[in-house]
Every structure is written in structure tokens, then in C-alpha cells.
């Protein structure tokens, strides 16, 4: 499985020379394995995604975590979407009140986009997920229902080379007691237990995140507690602070990993990172 980071920013991109070491884009990371071609979530960095030169077929396949739209804000300028030989498969989050395609075409049409959802040349399929396991090509995937302010799903993505857990808005710790200790109780556990590679939520630092408590995001420090938790063997550490300069973002890297001088293996995240299982 190779994966590449095409955005690791939340909230709101950030585009200045102060963000360009970790990047200004927001959430976005592309899977392949086997010429089949993943892409987690459809934030400003999905304009980045490449297929694949060794693609085996015509398709696509996007898994939204949810539809908080720096989640969803770079899908109508994914050029796959435009092209009347592709097959594009969206997955995302199932609501009680309305459908996928209704919630997507929202922001899919004017005023707040030029060409409506129903419009898009490319041959589209949408495909409504909860708790739910199912297979792309050589992947097999489970999703989860996680704790963020809305419909919102984790992802355990797995290859024949191993597995990864996606939860990049996520928060574990939310409650009277902090993180619980307890795993049969602790949200999105079972998408990220013994994962080789684990994509958190850290957008907080435990200073900032009391006064944050219940907007649906990780302090770093809880973030790592959830990944050794999990016996997760290397975490990566996204969803950053869209106000964190990448200085920011070196100065608190150092400081954690004093701390955690004989922790788990954990990293920032940064634009252009390409990994393989």
C-alpha cells in the first residue's frame, strides 16, 4: 500500500511562506494498492491526488469521514470528476434527516458552486456508510461511527501489506474523566487497534483544549495516549491548527517528544509525505 499526505491541514486552509513546511491544505491522503486508487476525504489537498500510472481500471473510490467542508471543499476541482471515462465512487456518512447526494449537492451548486452535482460528466456512484464493513478492489474496509459534532465515520483501511486508521477529526477524551482507559469504551478503538500506521486528530495542545472541550478534536497529548492505548505502531499527527506556523508546529514536535522520550513513534504530518506498507 502506498499512501501520500496531500493535506493534513483543519478547518480552513492557510496558504503563507510561514505554512509551507507542513502545508496549508486541508484534509486529504491518497491510497493505492494494486492499481485501485483510495482517497480519504476531499479537502483543498484532493486537488494534489494523482492517479496512478500503474491504474487498472477507470474508477475512483472517495471515503468521507464527513461533511464539514474542509472535508469536502477540494471535491469540485477533482479533475476525475470532469472526465466522462471516469468511474467515481463516493462513500460517506448516512443522516437520519437527508440523503449523500442531497447533503453533497448543497455545496455542490450555486451560489456556493458553479456547476451542480447533477451535472458532473464523470459516471457517479454514492454509497451511504455507518457502521459498516465492505471491499475495494484489493482493500477490505471498516468504518466506524466516531465521536466529532455530526454524522462522522473513522476509517480501517487493509491490504494484503497491512493496515491503516484514519480518524483525522476525532475526540477520544471527551467526557467527565478524560480518555478512558477502558478500550471497550473509548471511541474508534476498534478502527485503530494494532494498526501499522494511525492518522489522529491533534489540532490542540492540553493547554488549548479545555476551553475546546466538545468541538470534536484531540489535544496531541490525548491523541498519543489514544495511539499507545491502541497499540498502534507509528502514529502520524494531523489535522493541524490552521493559526500553527510551521515554527509552531517544530517548537511543540520537540517538546513532545521529550516528554515522550520512550513513547510510541510519532510524527507531524506534512504535505507531500509518501509512505508505503
Not at 17 to 28: A, I, K, L, Q
Not at 87 to 99: E, K, Y
Not at 226 to 254: A, C, E, I, N, S
Request: with cysteine.
Amino acid at each position: 500500500m502506498k499512501m501520500t499526505i496531500c493535506g493534513v491541514r483543519g478547518s480552513i486552509p492557510t496558504t503563507s511562506p510561514d505554512t509551507r513546511e507542513h502545508g496549508g491544505n486541508t484534509s486529504c491522503i491518497s491510497l493505492e494498492s494494486e492499481g485501485w486508487l483510495l482517497v480519504l476525504d476531499a479537502g483543498t489537498g484532493i486537488q494534489d491526488v494523482r492517479l496512478p500510472q500503474s491504474m487498472v481500471h477507470n474508477r475512483v473510490d472517495i471515503l468521507l469521514t464527513h461533511l464539514h467542508i474542509d472535508h469536502i471543499q477540494g471535491i469540485g476541482f477533482f479533475k476525475p470528476l470532469f472526465d466522462t471515462s471516469m468511474d467515481i465512487h463516493i462513500w460517506g456518512p448516512t443522516s437520519l434527516t437527508h440523503s449523500l447526494r442531497s447533503r453533497l449537492g448543497r455545496y455542490l451548486s450555486p451560489p456556493f458552486f458553479p456547476v451542480y452535482f447533477r451535472d458532473l460528466p464523470s459516471r457517479l456512484s454514492l454509497h451511504e456508510i455507518g457502521n459498516s464493513s465492505f471491499d475495494i478492489g484489493p482493500f477490505h474496509i471498516m468504518s466506524r461511527y466516531i465521536i466529532h459534532p455530526g454524522p462522522t465515520v473513522g476509517f480501517r483501511v487493509q491490504d494484503h501489506s497491512g493496515t491503516i486508521a484514519y480518524l483525522p477529526d476525532h475526540e477520544p477524551a471527551l467526557g467527565p474523566y478524560g480518555l478512558h482507559t477502558d478500550l471497550r469504551w473509548v471511541s474508534g478503538s476498534d478502527l485503530a487497534i494494532d494498526a501499522d500506521l494511525l492518522f489522529h486528530d491533534a489540532q490542540y495542545t492540553l493547554v488549548e483544549y479545555p476551553e475546546k472541550t466538545g468541538w470534536g478534536h484531540s489535544a496531541m497529548e490525548d491523541a498519543i495516549a489514544f495511539g499507545q492505548l491502541t497499540r498502534v505502531k507509528k502514529l502520524m499527527l494531523t489535522h493541524h491548527d490552521p493559526m500553527r506556523l510551521d515554527q509552531d508546529l517544530r517548537l511543540l514536535y520537540t517538546q513532545l517528544r521529550q516528554t515522550y522520550k520512550d513513547g510510541p513513534e510519532f510524527v507531524f504530518c506534512k504535505e507531500g509525505m509518501r509512505l508505503e506498507l
